[in-house]
C-alpha cells in the first residue's frame, strides 16, 4: 500500500544529465529520504540523503558537486538533478526512506524502497 516510484532514468551521454524522481504514495513530511545505486556486479552505494524538511543533504564524494537532491513535500516528491554525467554513474538507482532522522545508511535498510531507475551513461 505504502509505496515509492523512481523515474526519469534512461540512457545519456557522458557529460548530460538527467533528473530522477522519486514520488511516495504517503506522507513524507515527517521522513527523511535517500538516493542510492547499484552498478552490475558492484556493492550498493549511498550516495544522497536530505532531511524531511530539506534544509539538510548529505553527499558522497563520488557524486559531490555534480548531483543535487531536493524535495518537493506538497508533491510527495523526491528529486535527484544529475548533471555532468560519467560512465561510472551507470546503475540502478533507489530511493529509500530513513524514518524522521536517520544518522547513519544502515537507517534506511528497514524503510520502503523503490523497485529502482536504471540510468546508462554511455556514448
Known amino acids: 500500500q505504502e509505496q515509492l516510484v523512481e523515474s526519469g532514468g534512461g540512457l545519456v551521454q557522458p557529460g548530460g544529465s538527467l533528473r530522477l524522481s522519486c514520488a511516495a504514495s504517503?506522507?513524507?513530511?515527517?521522513?527523511?529520504i535517500g538516493w542510492f545505486r547499484q552498478a552490475s556486479g558492484k556493492e550498493r552505494e549511498a550516495i544522497s540523503c536530505?532531511?524531511?524538511?530539506?534544509?539538510?543533504?548529505v553527499y558522497a564524494d563520488s557524486v559531490k558537486g555534480r548531483f543535487t537532491i531536493s524535495r518537493d513535500n506538497a508533491k510527495k516528491t523526491v528529486y535527484l538533478q544529475m548533471n555532468r554525467l560519467e560512465p561510472e554513474d551507470t546503475a540502478t538507482y533507489y530511493c529509500?526512506?530513513?524514518?524522521?532522522?536517520?544518522?547513519?545508511?544502515?537507517?534506511?535498510?528497514?524503510?520502503?524502497w523503490g523497485q529502482g531507475t536504471p540510468v546508462t551513461v554511455s556514448s
Open positions: 529509500a526512506t530513513g524514518g524522521p532522522n536517520p544518522s547513519k545508511w544502515s537507517d534506511f535498510d528497514s524503510g520502503i
Open positions: 504517503f506522507t513524507v513530511d515527517r521522513i527523511a
Open positions: 536530505i532531511d524531511s524538511t530539506g534544509d539538510i543533504t
